[in-house]
């Protein structure tokens, strides 16, 4: 896939008189997937004047029970798409409940934890500083906006979540099924939140998750940071390699789970083969996002002036 423009209003859903038929799931090729859904690609049928557009559609796994439980929270990422508009928040496209439940996006290229993937199985080499750099730019002006325009957290920041258009042309955030509200302070809401609670993924989830504490913008950042050390490291944050120390490892705790159970909501140590020299300033990002205190960590809009400018070194 590349880049594209797709013309229609911006923010809004289709004209009920414009239909869109989705074809058989075995001419959809998949993009990806999570807890309940799948993510599949479409391509459009052009109409007179207007661009052959691929969709990322988000559909429900009707094998994942209950459904009902992902269709809700489906219904409030759309209702929530709808209302946002950010370069590097991916863009509303459809949103349909006849026969098939759907979710119409913006498709992009890869995700970044697909490109970490594949880079990890082909050449092993770390990205290079300026990408990181990118991702800390773009991904942080998205946080702002959710953080301050919308007033919601994320909630489950991660590489499978920010989409890449080309080589670091731009990176957008996707997947809100799980955002949260937030107070003028920037912590959570639990008044408008109601019995919402923290979802996120364990591995790239910050203390006060782990360990009980204030949830607040802050809470994002700590996995941003993560997200930069998994462009370093090329796995997922506390995962087991080749170079864990098994022995450490058994003598420490009584099981693999237990391990995992230990290191998460810490600052992962920094990969063997990344030097000061060549990444100095994505390491003070990693670093910064991932202090203990919430209060010591940056705010997005500082995160994302301050790797903007890192940018122009390099």
């Not at 998949?30 to 557009?53: D, F």
């Not at 269709?71 to 508009?85: G, I, N, P, T, W």
């Not at 919402?196 to 782990?210: F, H, L, M």
């Not at 490892?249 to 237990?258: I, K, L, Q, T």
Request: contains cysteine.
């Amino acid at each position: 896939m590349s880049e594209f423009q797709t013309p229609v209003k911006k923010n809004k859903a289709l004209d009920s008189s414009e239909k869109i038929t989705i074809p058989p799931s075995p001419f959809l090729s998949r993009l990806g997937y999570g807890t309940g859904v799948n993510v599949m690609q479409l391509v459009r049928s052009p109409r007179a004047g207007q661009i052959r557009s691929p969709w990322a559609l988000k559909m429900i796994n009707k094998r994942v029970k209950p459904c009902n439980v992902y269709s809700e929270r489906l219904q409030a990422e759309a209702d929530l798409l709808k209302r946002m508009s950010h370069p590097n928040i991916v863009g509303f496209r459809a949103f349909s409940k006849d026969k098939i439940l759907y979710l119409g996006m913006e498709a992009c290229d890869l995700s970044l934890g697909d490109m970490i993937e594949k880079r990890a199985e082909d050449s092993g080499e770390p990205f290079i500083a300026k990408q990181m750099l990118k991702v800390a730019a773009d991904i942080g002006n998205a946080l702002d906006y959710l953080h301050t325009t919308m007033q919601i957290l994320h909630g489950d920041m991660k590489s499978y979540n920010i989409l890449v258009n080309g080589d670091f042309v731009i990176c957008k955030l996707c997947d809100f099924g799980v955002t949260l509200p937030l107070d003028e302070n920037g912590v959570f809401d639990k008044e408008k939140g109601g019995k919402a609670v923290y979802y996120g993924t364990e591995a790239w989830s910050a203390p006060e998750v782990i360990h009980g504490g204030q949830i607040s913008t802050k809470t994002d950042i700590w996995a941003l940071g993560l997200t930069i050390w998994e462009m370093m490291a090329l796995m997922p944050p506390h995962s087991l390699d080749e170079t864990t120390d098994s022995m450490e490892m058994n003598d420490s705790v009584e099981s693999g789970e237990d391990w995992f159970c230990e290191k998460y909501g810490t600052r992962p140590p920094v990969p063997v083969n990344i030097t000061v020299e060549k990444f100095a300033e994505p390491l003070a990002i990693f670093q910064c996002c991932t202090e203990t205190l919430p209060a010591m960590r940056p705010s997005a809009r500082h995160l994302a002036i301050a790797a903007a400018d890192m940018m122009t070194k390099h």
